[in-house]
């Protein structure tokens, strides 16, 4: 007689990190997400160019042609040259170069890399504040949550780029003067972060109200586990399905936001400009004929944008179980 999977008394036993990776894998590629993934191409080009996009800018000293910040390459005898397939175009610049002698190519590797660090650390912060009182406000209920979602809806009441302008001028007002270029990037991820919890605390706490009230939280319940534990190991896990739909659209909403405040001049500092400050910068030069300083780091920020939201409007339709 066969033994039971397992050895002796049907024990499974401890997979390694490599085959719990292969197990994970495989059944992800049998997974409904994936299946739906590649029924649909206008998904996978969205993927593979936020993909190209995300690893130029996370590699960006050994993608870029040159580091715009490395003074020893910048010449200013190269400046304001048009892109190599115009007349007077340099065949080392692809997209021609700054007012400063900067390759444009160059510049949007490491501008993307600003904008795309900051968008990310701000959804980080605003799915962690926003998930956090999303649930204390489900499960609490009460007084709590009422306080929550008045401030939620107050909050709503502003435009997220007037709120974002508000808490930035307000640490540029507090802060050293000195001071302000160094944190210049933090004081911009919880501007950006703090006007975007909202959206995360009303979906986990409508979500919350609803698990909340079924059989396994009660069992926890009864057999008395604490309720920090119940919310953390039993109703989170349940909940993150929508949220991680909101966290990828949200994700192109800071970075927009992010480029419009450093187009505006109070974002990151000049001298580590993003797709935003490149944009700013460009503008002054349309008129005079130099249209390619604004206009590519204007597209890329563009189809940087439209491709993460179409992720995000394939990964709500995914994981929507009436639409399966």
Same mark, same amino acid.
């Given at each position: 007689?066969?033994?039971p999977?397992?050895g002796?008394?049907?024990?499974v ?13 495989? #059944? ?16 996978m080009?969205a ?10 800018a ?16 910048i010449?200013?005898?190269?400046? +304001? ?6 007349a ?15 390759g ?6 490491f501008?993307?890399?600003?904008s795309?660090?900051v ?15 999303g649930?204390? +406000?489900g ?8 306080v ?24 540029r007002?507090?802060?050293? #003067? ?17 006007s ?5 605390? #009303? ?7 609803v698990e ?5 939280v009660q069992?926890?319940r ?29 994700l ?11 187009f505006?001049?109070?974002?990151? +500092?000049p ?5 935003g ?20 780091p204007?597209?890329v ?9 179409l992720?995000?409007d394939?990964? #709500?339709?995914a994981?929507?179980?009436?639409l399966?």
């Amino acid at each position: 007689m066969a033994e039971p999977r397992g050895g002796i008394g049907g024990e499974v036993p401890d997979l390694s990190l490599w085959d719990r990776t292969i197990d994970a894998l495989v #059944r992800a590629r049998h997974s409904d997400i994936w299946y739906s993934f590649k029924r649909s191409p206008v998904t996978m080009v969205a993927a593979a160019v936020t993909a190209v996009i995300i690893l130029s800018a996370v590699f960006a000293p050994w993608v870029a042609p040159y580091n715009p910040f490395d003074l020893a390459t910048i010449d200013l005898m190269d400046a +304001s040259l048009p892109p190599s397939w115009m007349a007077d175009g340099d065949p080392r610049f692809l997209l021609g170069t700054d007012d400063q002698g900067r390759g444009i190519l160059s510049t949007i590797i490491f501008g993307a890399r600003i904008s795309l660090g900051v968008g990310f650390a701000s959804v980080v912060f605003a799915l962690i504040v926003g998930v956090g009182l999303g649930l204390i +406000s489900g499960y609490v209920g009460g007084t709590v949550d009422a306080v929550i979602m008045r401030v939620a809806d107050i909050q709503l009441s502003f435009p997220a780029i007037l709120l974002a302008l508000l808490v930035d001028g307000v640490a540029r007002g507090v802060l050293p #003067r000195e001071a302000h270029d160094e944190l210049a990037i933090y004081v911009l991820v919880f501007s950006i972060g703090i006007s975007g919890w909202v959206q995360y605390a #009303r979906t986990v706490r409508g979500s919350t109200l609803v698990e909340k009230n079924k059989e396994y939280v009660q069992a926890a319940r009864v057999i008395g586990r604490p309720a920090i534990l119940i919310i953390l190991r039993h109703v989170l896990p349940n909940v993150m399905g929508p949220v991680m739909v909101i966290a990828t659209i949200h994700l192109a909403l800071a970075i927009i936001t992010e480029a419009t405040l450093s187009f505006l001049g109070v974002g990151v +500092s000049p001298t580590e400009p993003s797709l935003g400050t490149l944009i700013n910068v460009g503008q002054d030069y349309l008129f005079s004929g130099e249209w390619w300083i604004a206009l590519f780091p204007g597209a890329v920020l563009a189809i940087l944008v439209l491709a993460v939201n179409l992720l995000g409007d394939w990964l #709500r339709d995914a994981l929507n179980p009436k639409l399966r």
